[in-house]
């Protein structure tokens, strides 16, 4: 199991739209870290004054029967 700190990106002014704007530079860093996951879980998130704080990632799951 991963655990990820999400933190704020260097690049808070590079928005797109007024909807990117309107939403916190964490959540845009979460959501930019789950678009680049591609496949995967986010086990937990872990969500401190409305902002997310953590997460663990599940980096292995084995199915041993079909």
């Known amino acids: ?3 990820l700190n999400i933190r704020q990106p ?3 002014q590079n928005s797109r ?3 990117a704007a309107a939403l916190h ?3 845009r860093a ?3 870290y789950c678009a680049e996951l591609k496949y995967g879980e ?3 998130l872990k969500i401190q004054d ?5 997460a663990e990632v ?6 041993f029967a079909a």
């Open 10 to 12: 260097d690049d808070e």
């Open 25 to 27: 530079p964490t959540w």
């Open 30 to 32: 979460f959501i930019r």
């Open 50 to 54: 409305g902002l997310p704080v953590l």
């Open 1 to 3: 199991m991963k655990v």
């Open 17 to 19: 739209g007024s909807d």
């Open 58 to 63: 599940v980096e292995k799951k084995i199915k």
């Open 42 to 44: 986010i086990e937990r």
